[in-house]
């Protein structure tokens, strides 16, 4: 059983970075694609970046690029997302997502999830 906790969420003011912490563990890491994707209170949860096992190939929401960069690390079982020039429409709970073979962009496709981390941003 796939086991993923989150963290590095909290409060920021509009135009600020955080860095989410995602580790992994019971699986073998290396064969998972990762994602991250968020749910705003009172909304959907959607897809906000993912990437291959290998890193070669990563995917973002539109609303993510150029701002965001997802990353990960095999050796530690870590994956992460850099949050750059956040906005107060980037509040939400952010989610940690893994699944076997090819990174997918749609956040129905995963298996595994985290418990999700909180990410305010104030105006």
């Known amino acids: 059983q796939v086991r993923l906790v989150e963290s590095g969420g909290g409060l920021v003011q509009a135009g600020g970075s955080l860095r989410l912490s995602c580790a992994a563990s019971g699986g073998t890491f290396s064969e998972y694609a990762m994602a991250w994707c968020r749910q705003a209170a009172g909304k959907e949860r959607e897809f906000v970046a993912a990437i291959s096992w290998s890193s070669i190939n990563t995917y973002y929401a539109d609303f993510a690029k150029g701002r965001f960069t997802i990353s990960r690390d095999n050796a530690k079982n870590m994956v992460y997302l850099q949050m750059n020039s956040l906005q107060p429409e980037d509040t939400a709970v952010y989610y940690c997502?893994?699944?076997?073979?090819?990174?997918?962009?749609?956040?129905?496709?995963?298996?595994?999830w985290g418990q999700g981390t909180q990410v305010t941003v104030s105006s």
């Open positions: 997502a893994g699944r076997h073979g090819a990174a997918a962009t749609i956040h129905g496709n995963y298996d595994y």
